[in-house]
């Protein structure tokens, strides 16, 4: 892609952003009546819709009953029309499968799966229009399904992705910037113990640069924390409000 | 198959020696076991073997059209197997989580950190392009597979050559190696993967777990770094919550085993050249020395055995003497005798819910020897102890599909007979005569 | 949950409703819930409308792609349906559950839009024989509460309506071959005519009575229900019986009237909006799932 810099001498990027800025983040909870929780969330062009059922009795073969957590289940699915080109298969490609193993990986370390034996915990998410950053809006979905559908949780999981052009980290990144090839590295936290719950990344970059990226995106991801927890509060006002209470 | 389930105190004992700073096989915690790479009389095929592990790569080409967004690039496609060989646990043709895994990291590892120069691949821009598919199939699995399968991966492409092409105007040439030497693939850099296996929610860090240790492992960290030290992939994986620093630790040994590794992998490759220029036999046949007596030699594993004869002196000389465990037969009818007292029939305490007594679990059992009570009044100390742990209910020692798991204990009888290992974990307790406790057997 | 189960004294008062025209949110045995509309929610499509109906929750987007038309069609453009029951709208839809179900609607709307008048092709041609537009329309089923087929149809038509497909020149070189050229502008563009779309109107038969727009509750309570899909003009294009009862054919007659009745004032009410949404133009905020 000759000709788009995705960084320009002045330090602004393709959409205005600086290095370090978020896309516009807006989310919903409580979208769905019907599932016990639901979350919709907007990062920038990112469209991400999040539904949880559970903790219920396990369905299917109960031999994948664990005698002392609770199984999380989950699964991750783009849209046929969330990206440019028409996706053919919604789910049970690669990728698609590859996600929806770190989705699970990353919500059994968060959930207190203790407090449920032997039940299960559904998440499902959906990507109605994906621009970058889809694992992380995803995560963002799904931490506050989760808490919509009152499952207790060690704390939040913020994911953001990062980049790193000319020796400068990029935060949050969209389409273009994934496409580029440059080093990428997706990253959810617990923001208040600083705990890594799954890390990823893709393409070369140098060790030296290594704890750049990490601090980058570990500051990203206590910004993303700070916008999900005004949406839960202000979510949690209107429920009060409206219960009369 | 499933795979059989490690027992707990296997468990517990790999989580000791882990904590002690030990390993089975004698390394230590940043050690790798020995890479032994050998290749096959073709170009593009190899064998690496991590340990017991092994992995056979096998790299071939053809010419196709290339995708549609991408005119002027090669494909390269990585396909890694589980065969039924390398472990019974290994169903054919059933897609694991565990294959979908592997793949994907081998994947991002080979593939998006741009180690093959794909424009090199083009033939016809638009037309033709060189299609190179890597096989990998595990042989054996005796733990690590990621590493050794992305060993025998780069291996495998550095070791293959091409048939070599020619283009004049619109006809294109491809020579046979008869005709011109093949060409070897043009690969910028090598990443290697090296995982790290974390234990006690973190506290502890492995590298190159072996199978053991895979199965009682929290988490696990793959980073895929090549020589200049620059990280192509990093993915954990495992319920795990790392710290930052942790993840700067790895990378930096992650350097260092790397640059090994890789100055290995040079060696073998230029040994097996030397080899072919020569026009020695070069093969897998020949790797494999059988006529001499060393050819199934197995190599002693580097346990620290300096003061063993003295711990298990010590550990015998506090035990107590076994107990006289014959007694004299009773010889009811002819034909019909009894040695010992049988154990006292327990079906009917099994309704009993009240005054649970747990069989000890095998936490302290590598150290206390029995908790052989003779006495009633010991025995209530005993059971005082024991209801207090019954809070912890029963043991899940399988993944049976039965809902009540109950766990046998020997009884011990008046005649205070002692299980056969005095390290055994069962801790034997007297029954009363009328005491009624209920018991719980595990099957 | 695609479907409720229900005690036999639920069934008994909801059919005994029914009989004296009383639903159980008060509506009459032809009210429709409140249905939202709202298109051009996803911007990666050419077209794109959420549709919510009570608690049924679709999404539906159009992709165009420039394709080959179809053999025995040469100057057609096509249409192709896609339906996916997402995991989202009950759990028994994970996997690959929802196939059955996606693959039942996709036919049905394949059938209903059979048929010349529905769907202009002709002007998604762009060169016989060689160059169309193929329109993929895909359905994205988010929350099931009933009446899926209603919501779909409906889902599909305003979308339809919001669906702008950039004009092609085809340019002729000099050795004859040609070249497609897209206009840039994205205000050239055609747009379709969907006034004879038709709309799928789902009758469920309760006890004596048919309703129109069944909850989860009222379909657990039916024995047969007839998909009649009435264009705006109340010309039927087609019709399907489900469920596992019969139909008298009296029955049958009465429910096509009712259909086309609805239909049409579906139809008259559904274009009204659109046409308000459309004038609103650049002003309108769009809502989509924050609202």
């Given amino acids: 892609?000759?000709?788009?810099?995705?960084?320009?001498?002045?330090?602004?990027?393709?959409?205005?952003?600086?290095?370090?800025?978020?896309?516009?983040?807006?989310?919903?909870?409580?979208?769905?009546?019907?599932?016990?929780?639901?979350?919709?969330?907007?990062?920038?062009?990112?469209?991400?819709?999040?539904?949880?059922?559970?903790?219920?009795?396990?369905?299917?073969?109960?031999?994948?009953?664990?005698?002392?957590?609770?199984?999380?289940?989950?699964?991750?699915?783009?849209?046929?029309?969330?990206?440019?080109?028409?996706?053919?298969?919604?789910?049970?490609?690669?990728?698609?499968?590859?996600?929806?193993?770190?989705?699970?990986?990353?919500?059994?370390?968060?959930?207190?799966?203790?407090?449920?034996?032997?039940?299960?915990?559904?998440?499902?998410?959906?990507?109605?229009?994906?621009?970058?950053?889809?694992?992380?809006?995803?995560?963002?979905?799904?931490?506050?399904?989760?808490?919509?559908?009152?499952?207790?949780?060690?704390?939040?999981?913020?994911?953001?992705?990062?980049?790193?052009?000319?020796?400068?980290?990029?935060?949050?990144?969209?389409?273009?910037?994934?496409?580029?090839?440059?080093?990428?590295?997706?990253?959810?936290?617990?923001?208040?113990?600083?705990?890594?719950?799954?890390?990823?990344?893709?393409?070369?970059?140098?060790?030296?640069?290594?704890?750049?990226?990490?601090?980058?995106?570990s500051k990203a991801c206590r910004d993303v924390y700070a916008v999900l927890d005004r949406v839960v509060r202000d979510h949690v006002q209107e429920v009060c409000t409206l219960l009369g209470e | 198959m499933r795979e059989p389930p490690l027992s707990n105190c296997e468990k517990s004992f790999l989580l000791k020696a882990i904590r002690e700073g030990k390993r089975l096989d004698g390394r230590e915690t940043y050690d790798y076991r020995n890479i032994k790479i050998s290749f096959g009389t073709d170009y593009g095929c190899c064998i690496v073997e991590l340990g017991r592990t092994r992995v056979l790569g096998q790299v071939s080409c053809e010419l196709v059209p290339p995708k549609v967004n991408r005119p002027t690039e090669g494909i390269i496609f990585f396909n890694l197997e589980l065969s039924p060989m390398a472990s019974p646990a290994f169903e054919l043709g059933r897609q694991s989580e565990l294959l979908i895994k592997l793949n994907r990291l081998l994947e991002r590892c080979l593939r998006n950190s741009k180690c093959i120069d794909t424009e090199s691949l083009c033939v016809v821009a638009g037309e033709k392009v060189w299609q190179v598919r890597v096989d990998l199939h595990l042989l054996n699995h005796e733990g690590n597979i990621i590493d050794a399968a992305s060993i025998a991966a780069i291996v495998a492409l550095s070791h293959f050559r091409r048939h070599d092409v020619s283009i004049q105007g619109d006809e294109v040439t491809v020579y046979t190696p008869e005709e011109r030497e093949p060409v070897p693939l043009s690969i910028h850099h090598m990443p290697i993967c090296v995982s790290f296996a974390f234990f006690q929610q973190g506290t502890y860090l492995l590298v190159d777990p072996s199978d053991r240790e895979e199965r009682v492992l929290d988490g696990m960290l793959v980073i895929a770094m090549n020589k200049h030290r620059e990280i192509c992939t990093i993915q954990s994986s495992g319920g795990i919550m790392l710290l930052k620093e942790q993840v700067l630790r790895c990378s930096k040994i992650a350097g260092v085993k790397v640059t090994e590794i890789t100055e290995l992998i040079q060696k073998a490759l230029e040994n097996d050249k030397k080899i072919r220029k020569e026009g020695g036999k070069c093969g897998f046949v020949e790797s494999m020395p059988q006529q001499w007596i060393t050819a199934f030699k197995v190599e002693k594993a580097p346990v620290d055995v300096t003061d063993v004869e003295e711990k298990a002196e010590g550990i015998l000389s506090r035990a107590e003497p076994p107990a006289e465990a014959v007694s004299k037969p009773v010889l009811w009818a002819t034909g019909t005798a009894q040695i010992g007292e049988g154990l006292e029939s327990s079906w009917r305490d099994m309704e009993e819910e009240e005054g649970q007594v747990e069989d000890e679990d095998d936490e302290g059992a590598i150290d206390d020897p029995t908790l052989a009570v003779t006495q009633n009044i010991e025995m209530e100390d005993i059971s005082g102890k024991e209801e207090k742990k019954s809070d912890v209910d029963v043991v899940v020692l399988s993944d049976s599909e039965e809902e009540e798991v109950i766990i046998l204990e020997p009884e011990e009888s008046r005649i205070h007979t002692r299980s056969k290992h005095p390290a055994d974990s069962s801790a034997t307790k007297t029954t009363a005569g009328k005491k009624k406790r209920k018991k719980k057997f595990a099957l | 949950m695609a479907w409720v189960r229900l005690s036999e004294a639920e069934k008994v008062y909801i059919a005994h409703g029914v009989q004296e025209d009383l639903r159980q949110d008060g509506r009459s045995c032809e009210d429709y819930r409140c249905i939202e509309v709202e298109t051009d929610v996803v911007s990666n499509t050419s077209g794109s409308a959420r549709v919510k109906l009570g608690h049924t929750d679709i999404l539906v987007g159009i992709k165009a792609e420039m394709g080959t038309p179809k053999l025995e069609r040469p100057h057609e453009g096509c249409v192709e349906f896609f339906v996916d029951c997402s995991a989202n709208a009950a759990p028994e839809f994970e996997g690959r559950g929802g196939e059955e179900l996606?693959?039942?609607?996709?036919?049905?709307?394949?059938?209903?839009?059979?048929?010349?008048?529905?769907?202009?092709?002709?002007?998604?041609?762009?060169?016989?024989?060689?160059?169309?537009?193929?329109?993929?329309?895909?359905?994205?089923?988010?929350?099931?509460?009933?009446?899926?087929?209603?919501?779909?149809?409906?889902?599909?038509?305003?979308?339809?309506?919001?669906?702008?497909?950039?004009?092609?020149?085809?340019?002729?070189?000099?050795?004859?071959?040609?070249?497609?050229?897209?206009?840039?502008?994205?205000?050239?563009?055609?747009?379709?005519?969907?006034?004879?779309?038709?709309?799928?109107?789902?009758?469920?038969?309760?006890?004596?009575?048919?309703?129109?727009?069944?909850?989860?509750?009222?379909?657990?309570?039916?024995?047969?229900?007839?998909?009649?899909?009435?264009?705006?003009?109340?010309?039927?294009?087609?019709?399907?019986?489900?469920?596992?009862?019969?139909?008298?054919?009296?029955s049958i007659f009465e429910m096509i009237e009712t259909g086309k009745r609805v239909g049409k004032a579906v139809h008259v009410s559904l274009q009204e909006i659109l046409n308000k949404e459309e004038s609103l133009g650049k002003q309108r905020q769009k809502v989509g799932f924050l609202g």
């Fill in chain 1, 1 to 217: 892609m000759a000709g788009l810099e995705l960084l320009s001498d002045q330090g602004y990027r393709l959409d205005g952003r600086k290095a370090v800025e978020l896309r516009k983040i807006q989310a919903r909870m409580g979208v769905f009546a019907q599932a016990d929780g639901s979350a919709y969330i907007e990062q920038g062009n990112t469209k991400a819709l999040a539904v949880v059922y559970g903790p219920h009795e396990i369905r299917g073969s109960r031999s994948k009953a664990l005698h002392d957590r609770a199984v999380v289940n989950c699964q991750y699915s783009m849209a046929t029309f969330s990206t440019g080109e028409r996706k053919r298969r919604p789910h049970g490609d690669r990728k698609s499968s590859e996600m929806t193993l770190h989705l699970k990986q990353t919500f059994e370390a968060a959930i207190l799966t203790q407090l449920y034996p032997r039940s299960q915990i559904d998440i499902y998410v959906q990507i109605l229009q994906a621009d970058g950053g889809n694992y992380c809006a995803c995560v963002n979905a799904a931490t506050l399904a989760i808490m919509d559908a009152g499952i207790p949780m060690r704390d939040y999981v913020c994911a953001c992705s990062t980049g790193f052009i000319e020796d400068t980290p990029l935060v949050d990144l969209c389409y273009v910037e994934e496409a580029a090839g440059g080093p990428q590295l997706a990253l959810a936290l617990l923001p208040k113990s600083e705990q890594i719950a799954l890390l990823e990344m893709n393409s070369r970059l140098h060790e030296d640069h290594l704890e750049k990226v990490l601090d980058a995106a």
């Fill in chain 3, 102 to 250: 996606g693959t039942e609607i996709a036919n049905t709307l394949y059938r209903m839009f059979n048929n010349e008048s529905s769907l202009d092709l002709k002007a998604l041609c762009i060169s016989q024989a060689e160059h169309c537009w193929i329109l993929y329309v895909d359905v994205l089923l988010l929350e099931c509460g009933g009446n899926l087929f209603d919501a779909i149809s409906i889902g599909v038509k305003a979308a339809l309506f919001n669906t702008r497909i950039p004009k092609v020149r085809i340019l002729e070189d000099e050795e004859g071959s040609k070249e497609i050229e897209l206009s840039d502008d994205p205000y050239d563009c055609i747009r379709l005519n969907v006034e004879n779309v038709p709309c799928i109107i789902t009758l469920s038969k309760i006890g004596h009575r048919h309703v129109v727009d069944a909850t989860l509750q009222e379909e657990a309570c039916t024995l047969a229900s007839l998909l009649v899909s009435v264009t705006s003009k109340g010309l039927l294009t087609g019709m399907k019986k489900v469920g596992k009862g019969s139909l008298d054919p009296e």
